[in-house]
């Protein structure tokens, strides 16, 4: 069928469009466009070609449940085709017969039983690991339909096997295309700024975020950390509180566990564009009980909503350097089903002078699950040893 709506696209829909590769590996910076154009592109592809199986990955499921899912159902309430959503199943189903299945690849597994996949999209692509990618490869072997594999991700580390595998070995079943905040023109013109403020504080992720390009972490700041499965976990804890970083870019939430001085990160609440009253139906569903929430002391209206809606939340000690000081003091450990925290731990680096000096101040983007732990464990750490009173919601 042809195109019966105007779509407001950006660069990665057309070079999608136009690529006839298997593989296409949409590398880009913050703000680009490129996980959108996927959506686009393959939204189109599903309304166009009748009985199309799409498969839409990310690392974990709750990664999927508040980013390609609701895009692409966004997407396709633009087009005159009725869709039903199995939230159980996790399958979106169009009129014409094409589906589309949102599956995480924590367990491989998962994905075997899944017949005649036509096209697979992989968000966040730097989340999988080679083994990961070639599992999902392997699957996609359709019977008449032409196969697309489509991944889209930020070049956070030179040494990726993404670089190593495609790029540098020039593989000729795929393509890589580019794209940068300057190919989206519907970006904000206050994350435009956010962006382009990267080049005072942080030439590395100035490369990354606002050039595309593959970045060298240079500066970590936490090297006490590891991922972890649920097979690695302590039986009990010691104690659960959770950190909680407003922002209407992102909102993170992580739930912190301790035992024997060690830290676990075990969950994580990682979305975009939440109105408070939002992120209380989030938190009610989240399990939080009668557990502590030390959240951002710099929104006490938000604060104090959140309280009267029955969570013991209080403002955290928001100091960075010893916030930081104490999340280095004990082993962490991340459970793999936090990808943003993950994410994020990996990229946390410090500033840098005109010289290339390190300063003691972390680079501020893409910080936002850092700043929820560090106002847990900080605030945790202090309100045991009687220091945390004059912090109370009064």
């Excluded at 393959?42 to 309304?47: E, I, K, P, T, Y």
């Excluded at 710099?298 to 604060?303: M, T, V």
């Amino acid at each position: 069928m042809s195109d019966p709506v105007k779509l407001k696209v950006t660069k990665s829909f057309y070079d999608l469009r136009r690529s006839k590769k298997r593989i296409k590996l949409l590398r880009g910076g913050g703000g680009s466009g490129k996980s959108f154009g996927a959506a686009q592109h393959f939204s189109l592809r599903a309304v166009e070609n009748p009985g199309e199986t799409i498969l839409v990955a990310r690392k974990t499921l709750p990664a999927l449940k508040v980013s390609c899912i609701p895009l692409i159902r966004s997407i396709l309430r633009e087009f005159p085709i009725r869709t039903a959503y199995n939230k159980s199943e996790n399958v979106l189903v169009l009129e014409n017969g094409s589906k589309f299945i949102f599956k995480s690849v924590d367990d491989v597994e998962k994905i075997k039983s899944i017949a005649d996949i036509t096209a697979i999209w992989a968000e966040e692509l730097t989340e999988f690991g080679l083994e990961d990618f070639r599992q999902l490869n392997i699957r996609l072997r359709p019977e008449k339909a032409i196969p697309e594999f489509v991944g889209s991700f930020n070049p956070i580390d030179a040494n990726h096997w993404i670089k190593r595998e495609y790029e540098d070995k020039k593989d000729k079943t795929a393509e890589i295309f580019l794209s940068t905040y300057q190919d989206n023109p519907f970006l904000t013109a206050d994350y435009i700024q956010i962006l382009e403020d990267l080049q005072s504080q942080d030439q590395n992720y100035y490369r990354i975020y606002c050039k595309g390009e593959w970045g060298i972490a240079e500066g970590v700041i936490y090297s006490n950390w590891q991922v972890i499965n649920n097979s690695e976990l302590p039986p009990t804890y010691d104690d659960e509180f959770y950190g909680l970083d407003f922002g209407f870019h992102r909102t993170a939430l992580v739930k912190v566990c301790t035992r024997d001085e060690k830290v676990y990160i075990m969950r994580e609440l990682y979305e975009s564009g939440l109105t408070n009253s939002e992120l209380i139906e989030r938190l009610k569903l989240f399990g939080i009980g009668n557990r502590t929430i030390y959240a951002d002391s710099a929104e006490p209206a938000r604060i104090k909503e959140i309280y009267r809606a029955g969570f013991d939340i209080r403002p955290a000690n928001k100091s960075v350097p010893d916030g930081i000081d104490c999340m280095k003091r004990r082993p962490m450990f991340i459970r793999k089903e936090c990808p943003n925290t993950i994410k994020e731990i990996q990229g946390y680096v410090w500033k840098k002078d005109k010289n290339g000096n390190l300063l003691d101040d972390p680079v501020k983007f893409n910080d936002h699950a850092m700043d929820a732990c560090r106002y847990a464990i900080l605030s945790d750490w202090e309100s045991k040893r009687g220091g945390y009173q004059r912090f109370m919601v009064r």
